[in-house]
């Protein structure tokens, strides 16, 4: 008589209580994982990469995403890269991170194709190709990727691997920042406040501020103080009361 087939994982509910309860998370997670399932494979290298429920452990983190790369789970192929272009619990090998993204971008993931475009953007482990970047980031912007879409609205306004066309970028820019990116709402209150929408742009602005990454909130919070519009000024020196 054959085993009765297990339940499919949930994968959704497991990282929901990764958060919550990582320990009883990981005593479900690790036989799953151990029979070949690539989604727990993937749960159990974030919980070791961010140490929920057990010791931090990059090297060990990797190990999962890799089993669960080489077993078709395109978000762990992109994990496993950003491992590599990072150099974290493993060597930096900004080749390899590309090869990753690209295999990440080929099984449909809007993150590899992101992931992937910076670095021909940038010529990183890759020769540069402008093209190709501007190529991917529309892919996944056309996938919902916030990210993409500013980078698609620049690409545009600059002619960054794409014949320039300026008046086609404030539309990405403006999903951008309803899609929640922050430097894509940066990029709209930018298109604001040159139509003199000085209170619309500072709204915008305040949401990049709540959510910004600190190399972002670091160039921008200058930038706002010197501005000469005193609604800007005031996101980052409120008026005493």
């Excluded at 998370?25 to 727990?40: K, N, S, W």
Aim: with cysteine; hydrophobic share 50%.
């Amino acid at each position: 008589m054959s085993e009765p087939t297990p339940p499919a994982l949930d994968a959704t509910a497991l990282a929901a209580q990764l958060q919550h309860d990582p320990s009883a998370a990981l005593a479900t997670l690790i036989p799953i994982a151990q029979r070949g399932d690539v989604q727990a494979q993937f749960l159990l290298g974030q919980a070791g990469m961010e140490g929920r429920g057990t010791a931090q452990d990059p090297a060990a983190a990797v190990l999962w995403f890799e089993r669960a790369a080489n077993g078709g789970l395109g978000i762990a192929m992109n994990m496993l890269g950003r491992c590599h272009e990072l150099g974290s619990g493993t060597a930096q090998n900004l080749e390899l991170a590309a090869v990753w993204y690209r295999k990440a971008a080929d099984s449909g993931l809007d993150w590899g194709m992101y992931n992937l475009a910076n670095l021909l953007g940038t010529c990183r482990g890759v020769p540069r190709d402008e093209p190709a970047a501007f190529a991917l980031y529309l892919r996944a912007a056309q996938l919902g990727h916030a990210k993409s879409m500013n980078l698609v609205g620049r690409c545009l306004e600059d002619g960054i691997g794409v014949a320039a066309d300026p008046a086609a970028a404030p539309a990405w820019y403006l999903r951008s920042a309803e899609a929640g990116d922050f430097r894509g709402q940066a990029s709209h209150a930018s298109v604001l406040l040159a139509a003199g929408q000085v209170d619309a742009a500072a709204a915008w602005l305040a949401r990049a501020l709540a959510h910004g990454s600190p190399s972002f909130l670091a160039h921008l919070r200058p930038t706002l103080a010197g501005s000469p519009h005193a609604a800007l000024r005031a996101l980052v020196d409120p008026p005493s009361a």
